[in-house]
């Protein structure tokens, strides 16, 4: 019943998904409203559909109906219902149809938003989006149909998988890197809608930024969560393990930050149009080689699910999309010309051209560190891996390289910079980070990495402050206003600029963050008896006992410790292992005991099963790791900040006049003094 | 104009060198061999030293683990070739004789593979475990020990 039903909605959301785009591209050709307003209509119907196949989904997992082929390989009756509902991201099939969901979801809102727009682009977005549509739809119709019928239907069914049901993060990390992955194919059906419309003005470019920075900020806290969930469950001690396919989510973020910055160029001054389109596609592709790579089972991972029929069709499909964008680029090249040259070797634009150099260097590094191993074996037959240390040792200068720029790039103004500005802009935040440095290494430290991660941080910060400054007092010197309201009016009026900077400032966070925890991550491993003690960095930790606890869908092993920090003490601490009847090897639940400068972290390796007389006990003093989560909640702040819709008075006469008349200016003038220079917006290309 | 050009496209070279050297150095150091004992008695004292995954069985009656000292020592078959695994820090939990686990460490001079690391292996297919594998089977113990609680 459930199964049929459920079918029958998915098949529902891929003829929406053909209407779609096949009156969307029609549509758009023969720019032909009615047929735009079918497609637009078909995309509210797929959702409709894809909502009700969730829904069954649901109801199916909640009510145990096993008869429904997913229910019975995710389900079990002794599950808790939080972690019944929540596998629906467990395993292929649902997360395909989670996938599926997500994307109707961006489609229908994509088309609510643009429902009065009467432009070619809607119709050809829309018809792109369908093109996806068909594609994750024609999965779950297919080859990973969730909604198969079992016969005879079995009473119960193995559970989700242990380690996907050991922690409430669970609920959170994948869907927000699920929103962050779909939302990037919402810029891309614009690139190739811009394309097929032949309309490469910069009028596609502001929407599809918009978009590019909303997913962005879903995929950064959903890589974020990632990285939480892991230090939660692992038990290892450790938030980031360059595993392929965390590398899969880090890829398609690293090219969309290259874009988010490179499409101030073009905004500005015309240049590097190819150059972002290409941005936006390679980041699609590189989530759906992302998803490939979890989905296919090619890759040993945590996060891969065993399913090979799905790869090859992946990978047909990968192959069309980035064929198919790159012959329309080239289809449009004689559009995608640049009015605008490099004028001078220091300048913002140059920062940003070299910002994305880096970004795209360090996207292919991870990529060849992730399939490299894959390329060796099918080249030699050698099994080989290429581990953390590779990344590190690649990753790092890059990155810092990234990270002073963050600090340069702002502050630079377009076009050209003379040495006497340059000296004015950056004597404070150089000073700044030359005095941290000094501090730092004051204090004793001696290793060359964190201490150039310090002083660079300095260094940002410092730029981000003078930023604020510059912009309070230009908006007290238009508006009179106190500097507290003038500072939110930042946000309110220039939020993309003043969000930008708060973003980097929680990048920077996390830097140190990254830069204090790995480097003075401490780790001791002792088998202790009853009442005996473990000494590490200030921490006091004692054993008490064994426990055991039968749960409904697994059984706990648990040791009792109690921790002081000097002669505070910290209470009991619990570190687990669930062993779950479908697993051989039990899940941690490691003990954490967070504060903002450090963190305890016990981890249960083994115990005395016969008497709980003794225990060995992995105990890890991690510096400064709640500060990456801090950092990652700035940074969703700052991305929010910069999307977050205000009202333009420029769009509103009455209020334009009324603000006028109070000595108020309707559009935003010169925050920083660099901005007086009138934007030179892109002019070349025939206008339609 | 033509100077300027140049400038970039020095620059670009530049970058793109350097960036092409750093990936490369970071693969010859930090590639790991996934090998059997066999085929690593085969290298012998060509991999010396180097970071190695080695692949096979746990040798049944080999295991002597000791929880004050915290070493644990094996041998590691696959059923050709034997070696012996000195490993820092408790045994997986699920660690048993005759299992299939992956080590990480270095082959030495002596003989003796060091180990910093070993791995259970397991598909990533959850299949249901066999009788006498169950944990609960295994840890009965401690539940009776525990009833009432």
Not at chain 1, 2 to 19: F, N
Not at chain 1, 517 to 523: A, D, N, P
Not at chain 1, 622 to 644: D, F, T
Not at chain 2, 36 to 60: C, D, F, I, S
């Amino acid at each position: 019943m459930l199964s049929t039903l459920g079918y029958a909605a998915v098949i529902a959301a891929l003829l929406g998904a053909v209407v779609m785009t096949v009156a969307g591209l029609v549509g758009g050709f023969r720019n032909h409203p009615l047929l735009s307003d079918v497609a637009r209509r078909s995309a509210y119907f797929s959702f409709a559909a894809m909502m009700a196949a969730i829904i069954v989904m649901e109801a199916a997992l909640l009510g145990h109906d096993f008869s429904v082929e997913y229910v019975s390989r995710v389900g079990s009756r002794e599950t808790p219902a939080y972690y019944t509902a929540i596998s629906l991201w467990s395993s292929l099939d649902g997360s395909i149809l989670f996938w599926g969901w997500i994307l109707a979801g961006y489609a229908a809102l994509l088309a609510v938003v643009r429902r009065r727009s009467t432009d070619r682009l809607t119709p050809f977005v829309l018809g792109a989006m369908g093109i996806v549509g068909i594609f994750f739809y024609g999965l779950l119709v297919g080859p990973a149909n969730p909604f198969g019928l079992v016969v005879p239907t079995p009473e119960n069914g193995p559970g989700p998988n242990p380690l996907l049901q050991n922690h409430p993060l669970m609920g959170l990390h994948p869907p927000l890197l699920y929103l962050g992955f779909v939302g990037l194919s919402v810029p891309f059906a614009f690139a190739i809608g811009a394309l097929l419309s032949g309309n490469l003005e910069a009028g596609w470019l502001r929407d599809a930024r918009r978009w590019m920075v909303a997913a962005w900020a879903f995929l950064s806290l959903g890589i974020v969560g990632g990285a939480w969930w892991s230090y939660e469950v692992l038990g290892w001690g450790g938030y980031w393990a360059w595993d392929p396919v965390e590398n899969a989510s880090f890829l398609p973020w690293l090219t969309a930050t290259a874009f988010l910055h490179s499409v101030m160029v073009q905004e500005r001054r015309g240049m590097l149009k190819t150059w972002n389109l290409s941005l936006i596609i390679g980041t699609f592709i590189l989530t759906l080689f992302g998803t490939f790579l979890t989905r296919s089972g090619i890759l040993d991972s945590v996060h891969a699910f065993t399913e090979g029929v799905i790869g090859p069709i992946f990978l047909g499909f990968i192959a069309f999309i980035t064929l198919g964008s790159f012959a329309l680029i080239a289809w449009r090249s004689d559009r995608l010309h640049a009015p605008g040259t490099l004028d001078g070797a220091v300048s913002r634009e140059s920062a940003f051209i070299l910002n994305n150099l880096i970004f795209v260097a360090l996207t292919f590094t991870v990529l060849l560190g992730t399939v490299f191993p894959l390329v060796v074996e099918a080249l030699r037959s050698e099994r080989i891996s290429v581990g953390p240390p590779y990344f590190d040792m690649v990753f790092t200068p890059l990155a810092l390289i990234l990270l002073f720029l963050m600090g340069v790039g702002p502050a630079l103004p377009w076009r050209r910079a003379t040495p006497d500005k340059l000296k004015r802009t950056f004597w404070v935040p150089l000073a700044l980070g030359a005095a941290t440095v000094a501090i730092i290494f004051l204090l004793g430290v001696r290793r060359v990495y964190p201490l150039v991660t310090f002083g660079f941080a300095g260094f940002v910060f410092g730029t981000i402050a003078e930023e604020f400054r510059k912009g309070v007092s230009a908006r007290r010197r238009i508006s009179a206003r106190p500097a507290p309201l003038a500072f939110m009016d930042l946000f309110t009026r220039n939020g993309r600029r003043y969000g930008g900077y708060v973003v980097h400032a929680g990048i920077v966070v996390m830097a140190v963050g990254l830069a204090i925890s790995g480097s003075w991550k401490l780790e001791r491993e002792v088998t202790l008896q009853q009442g005996e003690k473990l000494e590490i960095a200030g921490y006091t930790v004692q054993f008490e006992e064994i426990w055991g606890r039968e749960e409904p869908q697994r059984f706990v092993v648990g040791g009792t410790f109690q921790a002081w920090k000097g002669d505070r003490h910290l209470g009991e601490q619990q570190p687990r292992l669930n062993y779950y009847p479908t697993s051989q090897q039990p899940i941690a639940t490691p003990a954490v005991e967070s504060s903002l400068a450090k963190d305890l972290y016990l981890t249960l390796m083994a115990f005395d099963g016969e008497n709980g007389e003794h225990a060995t006990v992995r105990a890890i003093v991690n510096p400064a790791v709640a500060w990456l989560w801090i950092g990652g909640l700035i940074v969703g702040i700052g991305a929010l900040i910069a999307i977050w819709p205000h009202r333009r008075p420029s769009y509103r006469p009455e209020l334009a006049a009324e603000l006028a008349g109070r000595g108020d200016v309707a559009e935003e003038p010169a925050v920083g003094e660099e901005e007086s220079e009138p934007a030179r917006v892109a002019t070349g290309g025939p206008v339609e | 104009m033509n100077r300027r050009k140049m400038w970039i496209g020095l620059g670009l070279v530049a970058i793109v060198g350097a960036v092409v050297l750093l990936v490369a150095g970071g693969l010859r150091e930090n590639v790991v061999y996934f090998l059997t004992p066999t085929e690593l008695e085969a290298k012998g004292a060509e991999v010396y030293g180097a970071p190695l995954r080695l692949g096979g069985q746990v040798k049944p009656e080999s295991v002597d683990w000791n929880a004050e000292s915290g070493r644990l020592l094996f041998v590691i078959t696959d059923g050709e070739t034997e070696l012996p695994v000195e490993s820092s820090g408790a045994p997986p939990a699920m660690f048993s004789e005759g299992m299939g686990v992956v080590v990480e460490g270095s082959y030495r001079e002596d003989g003796v593979f060091r180990s910093h690391n070993v791995m259970v292996k397991h598909s990533n297919e959850y299949r249901p475990p066999e009788e006498g594998e169950h944990p609960k089977e295994i840890y009965r113990s401690l539940v009776d020990d525990e009833a009432g609680r």
